[in-house]
């Protein structure tokens, strides 16, 4: 069955693009064929991974200025690993959000649905904050995942998004599941980062993962590259954030 799945929590800066892309990358390598849909106006998942400017960008899809086909590319390390691009300069994305999304809130899901019969996998990379874009996104998905830092407030951040999801799913009739929680850049070490991933855990609500502090994410963005395939100096992920990976590959697609 395919599926769609968008990673979020409102909060910036938790690891949304960097664990949506390497889990759309983890996909396709083991043979789906996987689609990441940049639904962030900052465009970041789209910078990462093209290294030229294509035609087409995710708003005219949703404008219907073009078909998806002619706005989706291949990103060409990896065979069966697309993304409908978003272009973080121009604004066209946050314009349209703003603007005419009010009246079709069900435009994404519409998309996502038709993209269905070519992808077994889509991955939606979404932008901070819980305003219409966001919250058109999360109703188009099959499941949420949420991740989160072991920080201070991040608990109050899942509360919050866990109360708005519910409103949400109510007032749009939505199924949408979230029962996944990853405690990203997880450092064992660290009392307070074992004492949160305690405390998610015993909610009983969530499965939770844990994705340690990987310093070849950042320089495999910087590269323009897909971190499971990266190198510097001969030396790849850590074993444990491979294993993490992993595991996550497996349970989300089920
Ligand atoms: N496990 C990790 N270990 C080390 N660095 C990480 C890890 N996860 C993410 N990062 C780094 O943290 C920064 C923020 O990550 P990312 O851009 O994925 O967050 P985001 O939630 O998508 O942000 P935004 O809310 O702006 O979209 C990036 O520089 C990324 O390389
Ligand atoms: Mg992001």
New binding site residues.
């Given amino acids: 069955m395919p599926k769609a799945v968008a990673f979020h929590l409102q909060k910036?800066?938790?690891?949304?693009?960097?664990?949506s892309c390497t889990l759309a990358c983890q996909s396709a390598i083991r043979g789906a064929k996987t689609l990441i849909i940049d639904c962030?106006p900052?465009g970041?998942a789209s910078s990462w991974f093209l290294h030229s400017s294509p035609s087409y960008e995710l708003a005219d899809v949703l404008q219907g200025k073009c078909y998806a086909k002619d706005a989706i590319v291949p990103i060409d390390q990896v065979e069966g690993l697309y993304i409908l691009p978003t272009f973080g300069i121009g604004g066209t994305l946050k314009l349209y959000s703003e603007t005419k999304l009010y009246d079709e809130p069900f435009v994404i899901l519409d998309l996502v649905s038709e993209l269905k019969s070519e992808f077994e996998h889509i991955v939606l990379d979404l932008?901070?904050g819980l305003g219409r874009l966001e919250r058109s996104c999360l109703i188009a998905s099959d499941e949420i995942v949420t991740?989160m830092v072991p920080e201070v407030f991040s608990l109050d951040g899942l509360e919050i998004f866990i109360e708005e999801l519910s409103k949400l799913k109510k007032n749009m009739h939505s199924t949408v599941r979230h029962s996944k929680i990853i405690i990203?850049?997880f450092d064992e070490r660290i009392r307070q980062h074992r004492d949160i991933y305690a405390a998610a855990e015993s909610s009983g609500r969530f499965t939770c993962y844990k994705?340690?502090?990987?310093?070849l994410?950042?320089k495999a963005?910087e590269a323009g590259k897909v971190p499971q395939l990266y190198k510097v100096r001969g030396r790849g992920m850590k074993v444990a954030t491979i294993d993490a990976i992993k595991k996550l590959d497996e349970d989300i697609w089920r």
């Fill in positions: 910036g800066g938790v690891g949304k693009t960097t664990i962030d900052q970041n932008s901070p991740p990203n850049s994705i340690p502090v990987e310093p994410f950042r963005q």
